[in-house]
């Protein structure tokens, strides 16, 4: 008996062995799928629509990225997390991304050993309330009862802001966004808080999103990105310039309706030409087939697209782009080139 | 001299670490003690290999640093400066306080289901049942969030008690108000507290009221100096009775020496009820029961409280009829037959599987994860593993804790068991 929960304690312990050392690129094309980390449900962000296929702002780059690596963007295995088990999802290669509005901070980079592979939405954070509450300002909540998701960066803002402002707040610790719905709605806590793009999806879900009110104050600044595993140099170029395909995309004018246009013949651009693959060997230094940007722009559009669909002014959601606005138009969407 | 010639033993082969009885079970012994050394050894090797792939060490001085959150329900004093290891702290003292509450009403619950449960009036022997198998055999994660959900969604906001057409009114004398973010309950204050400055926000023109450890300290310690001396007159009164016959009238000495000592200490600290009343967003003053301690509590009792009433009932059945039959027969009351027969013989029965109870009871209380209660699963194993990302290190400072708690346990109810134990002379 002894032994065989040995032997069991071993496999077990062989098989989580495996998991660090492999090159994730390996990995992924072998499994033939990407495993994907994201939330258990943002409207816009990620969350799985009425026939369970994920969709969103966040999903679209792990479908770009399935795309660019598999050829098809629909390789992903969604594994949804919440702010605790990210990361440790992470670490342990349970996932090979996590695209799931990441803050990135000097101590997930460095300490926590995770590599960010760039910013896909500049965001901050906020604070919604009931209009009927008559608060205008977040420096009149003291006393306040604030509902937060743990294991944040929000959480750490949040406990920041009213120490720097010497009033107090009552802490409800929640897990999901869903959770925090719930409870705000039912009034178990005054105020809502996250990113103010989170606070404006999940108003979007609300029956009246006119009864609540996101305050002026954005307390903090939130860079979201996509993270992989420090260490693993190749794969964090591949998602590093995956995402800034669909950046420069954009940039260049390459949508999905006429980025297979573009490919089919050398263009008068040439870095549309090395982006696509009919110039140089980008894919090739990548380790990935020559029209990887293609397939990648392909799957949901460039990153200009992927707004507008998901989380754009057009959708319930409603964000303008401010600061995701491309460089050229005043905002801090930028890629390196391609060359 | 004579010499003693040993007989000519057999010397010994290898063989016989197989084949010989003698030898077998050593043989196996060490086997198996070296096959285990080596799988530890090898996992010891493959978690420091893999804490090298990743690039992490393996050290607990993140405990020291600043921890940056809050923490809603502190029984000590913390702010979000303070360091990981205090909020630790925290979470370990917000577990244990569930745990002995959970305990102490599970066991009360238990008592009382186990015993009515035999009882021969068949509407409450049959409720008794119907508790016992309805908590029994449905998971505790769903009787934690039936309650919450309970709580959070159908109890009045703070803001239905406000105002002069309020929906809603506090209970019992406006000394409670049941709300949907919790229960406030007066709570007791010192005009001449000895320790306590906590920063109470006062009602409107009335002075604040600090309350210390100190105080209670002093208030328990009176109290338990009291019980001592009634114990004393009590034996004193045994061994007149025994002596004499005749048992004296002690019952005023106990009243007095019950009461009196603790109202003067109530009195010299100058202790008054506060209650609770509406300010700002919320309730203030008072005690403040969150939702997630009511349903983590209030499940957790109930859960296992069915659990323990079906082990009192089995310890009740397992004394002889015989035995209550003799007490008829010397005349005792069914009361005094239940206190002074039954139940003494059957906490022999009861007992063992009662600590292993308490021990589910405190392992459980870590489904606080479901409503949000910040526990030291919540603590140390969620926010802090979270913000350090010291997994490996919290996860065992968590084991170790649970541990260490269910040792105490089990060690404090053994010493009681061998108190209740048949003595055999």
Not at chain 1, 159 to 184: K, L
Not at chain 2, 306 to 333: D, H, W
Not at chain 2, 397 to 425: D, P, W
Request: net charge negative; with cysteine.
């Amino acid at each position: 008996m002894k032994k065989t929960v040995l032997f069991g304690a071993l496999t077990v312990t062989g098989l989580v062995a495996g998991v660090a050392s492999a090159a994730t690129l390996d990995d992924v094309k072998a499994r033939g799928t990407l495993n994907c980390g994201v939330s258990t449900g943002l409207a816009g962000f990620s969350v799985p629509d009425a026939n369970g296929v994920w969709k969103g702002f966040d999903v679209g780059v792990c479908r770009a990225l399935a795309a660019a690596v598999l050829g098809d963007p629909m390789a992903v295995e969604f594994v949804p997390t919440t702010g605790q088990t990210r990361f440790t999802a992470l670490a342990s290669g349970e996932i090979d991304i996590l695209a799931r509005n990441t803050t990135w901070t000097f101590s997930r980079d460095v300490d926590l050993k995770f590599d960010f592979v760039g910013v896909n939405y500049y965001d901050g954070q906020g604070f919604m309330v009931p209009k009927a509450l008559g608060v205008s300002s977040a420096k009149e909540l003291d006393g306040a009862t604030v509902c937060i998701q743990t294991g944040t960066t929000t959480e750490l803002n949040l406990a920041d802001f009213f120490r720097t402002n010497n009033i107090s707040y009552e802490p409800v610790p929640i897990e999901t966004n869903a959770e925090a719905q719930q409870q705000y709605l039912a009034g178990a806590c005054d105020v809502y808080t996250t990113d103010a793009s989170g606070l404006a999806a999940t108003r979007a879900t609300f029956e009246n999103p006119g009864d609540h009110i996101l305050l002026p104050e954005i307390i903090s600044k939130e860079p979201l990105g996509p993270l992989v595993r420090h260490g693993d140099n190749e794969w964090a170029d591949i998602t590093r310039w995956t995402l800034n395909a669909l950046i420069a995309a954009e940039e260049l004018g390459v949508t999905s309706a006429n980025v297979a246009e573009l490919a089919a013949a050398p263009t008068d651009n040439p870095e549309i030409n090395r982006l696509l693959g009919s110039e140089g060997e980008l894919g090739a230094m990548l380790g990935l087939a020559p029209n990887w940007a293609l397939n990648a722009i392909a799957a949901g559009g460039n990153y200009g697209e992927l707004f507008e669909q998901n989380i754009g002014e057009s959708t319930p959601i409603g964000l303008a782009r401010g600061l995701n606005a491309k460089w050229t138009e005043g905002g801090l969407i930028y890629s390196p080139p391609f060359r | 001299m004579s010499t003693l010639t040993d007989p000519p033993t057999e010397s010994f082969r290898l063989s016989q670490l197989i084949y010989d009885t003698r030898y077998r079970s050593i043989t196996i012994q060490v086997v198996a003690f070296i096959l285990i050394l080596a799988g530890m050894a090898w996992l010891v090797n493959n978690t420091i290999s893999n804490l090298q792939a990743l690039g992490k060490d393996f050290n607990f001085g993140f405990l020291k640093n600043a921890a940056g959150y809050d923490i809603n329900q502190m029984l000590i004093e913390y702010n979000n400066q303070m360091s990981h290891g205090r909020a630790a702290m925290v979470g370990i003292l917000n577990t244990l306080l569930v745990a002995f509450l959970g305990c102490l009403t599970a066991t009360v619950l238990g008592v009382f289901a186990g015993v009515l449960r035999l009882s021969k009036n068949w509407v409450v022997n049959k409720l008794m049942a119907v508790y016992v198998e309805a908590f029994r055999n449905v998971p505790l994660l769903l009787w934690i969030i039936l309650i919450f959900a309970i709580m959070t969604e159908s109890m009045p906001r703070p803001n239905d008690f406000r105002g002069e057409d309020a929906t809603s009114s506090m209970i019992l004398g406006d000394s409670v108000a049941v709300t949907n973010r919790g229960i406030w309950i007066p709570r007791v204050g010192f005009t001449n507290s000895i320790s306590g400055q906590e920063a109470v926000a006062p009602t409107e023109g009335a002075v604040p009221l600090a309350s210390g450890l100190f105080d209670w300290v002093v208030i328990f310690g009176v109290l338990g100096l009291s019980i001592l001396a009634i114990r004393f007159i009590r034996r004193r009164a045994d061994r007149i009775q025994e002596a004499t016959g005749v048992r004296p009238v002690t019952w005023y000495q106990q009243i007095v020496l019950l009461f009196v000592p603790v109202g003067i200490a109530l009195f010299a600290l100058g202790a008054t009820i506060v209650q609770p009343y509406l300010r700002g967003f919320n309730f203030t003053e008072g005690i403040h029961l969150r939702n997630s301690l009511i349903a983590l509590w209030f499940a957790l009792s109930l859960y296992t409280g069915a659990f323990i009433a079906e082990n009192v009932r089995a310890g009740i059945l397992a004394i002889s009829k015989g035995q209550s039959e003799a007490a008829f027969a010397l005349g005792l009351q069914p009361n005094r037959t239940m206190s002074l027969i039954i139940l003494p013989q059957a906490m022999r029965v009861i007992i063992p599987p009662l600590i292993s109870q308490y021990l589910n009871l405190t392992k459980n209380s870590s489904l606080a994860i479901a409503v949000g209660y910040m526990d030291v699963r919540a603590t140390l194993g969620g926010i802090t593993i979270n913000q350090t990302g010291r997994e490996l290190e919290g996860m065992l400072l968590l084991g170790g804790f649970y541990l260490v708690l269910s040792l105490l346990i089990s060690g404090a109810m053994n010493l009681y068991n061998r108190s209740t134990q048949l003595q055999e002379r």
